[in-house]
T-cell receptor, first 113, second 117 residues
Framework: QKEVEQDPGPLSVPEGAIVSLNCTYS??????FMWYRQYSRKGPELLMY????GNKEDGRFTAQVDKSSKYISLFIRDSQPSDSATYLC?????????????FGDGTTLTVKP | GAVVSQHPSWVICKSGTSVKIECRSL??????MFWYRQFPKQSLMLMAT?????????EQGVEKDKFLINHASLTLSTLTVTSAHPEDSSFYIC?????????????FGSGTQLSVL
């Protein structure tokens, strides 16, 4: 079993929809949680990072962490066609460089106009 | 945000030749950089950690003699795929954490698509 499981998708939604992307993990020692967006044939781009349980909001994006359930989510409000990409969750141990994060396999999202 | 520049963005080469990929941090110094490969519809697989001024650290199963890494300055790391073969065809990505937040953030290069004929 993988340390990080991510809903594989693909996910297709109409423009304006609320999107929910999810990851579960098994290692309770993970302390930092990140979401990256990756467009086709490009490097990932950091969207959100959180340290503690709870919600963190940035514009149309909300990252949610529930450490007791070992579950993280990324919500996208008012989704736009430009949000169409693959979204990767990633997690890091407290004393580990983010470069050694454990990544999910990604969820591919398509937002249709 | 910080910028990591990676070149080339794509390269096609003949089997048996060597290919060099460059990764530069443009507006910050990076004592550590990371190299990954990514197969279609799969996540990032860490290959090695590049350390400025010292030898790279390779992940288990990665051939250090095949994937040569050099981190000669605080802003440049290079990955050379030596004697490339078709099975080395993949998307290679570098990353660097910003100074002061190594646990939290990564900035990635734009990736290099390598196709070996």
């Amino acid at each position: 079993q993988k340390e990080v499981e991510q809903d594989p998708g693909p996910l297709s939604v109409p423009e304006g929809a609320i999107v929910s992307l999810n990851c579960t993990y098994s290692n309770s020692a993970f302390q930092y949680f990140m979401w990256y967006r990756q467009y086709s044939r490009k490097g990932p781009e950091l969207l959100m990072y959180t340290y503690s349980s709870g919600n963190k909001e940035d514009g149309r994006f909300t990252a949610q962490v529930d450490k007791s359930s070992k579950y993280i989510s990324l919500f996208i409000r008012d989704s736009q066609p430009s949000d169409s990409a693959t979204y990767l969750c990633a997690m890091t141990l407290g004393n580990t460089n983010a470069g050694k994060s454990t990544f999910g396999d990604g969820t591919t999202l398509t937002v249709k106009p | 945000g910080a910028v990591v520049s990676q070149h080339p963005s794509w390269v096609i080469c003949k089997s048996g030749t060597s290919v060099k990929i460059e990764c530069r941090s443009l507006d910050f110094q990076a004592t550590t950089m990371f190299w990954y490969r990514q197969f279609p519809k799969q996540s990032l697989m860490l290959m090695a950690t590049s350390n400025e001024g010292s030898k790279a650290t390779y992940e288990q199963g990665v051939e250090k003699d095949k994937f040569l890494i050099n981190h000669a300055s605080l802003t440049l790391s290079t990955l050379t795929v030596t004697s490339a073969h078709p099975e080395d065809s993949s998307f290679y990505i570098c990353s660097a954490p910003p100074w002061g937040a190594p646990n939290e953030k990564l900035f990635f290069g734009s990736g290099t698509q390598l196709s070996v004929l």
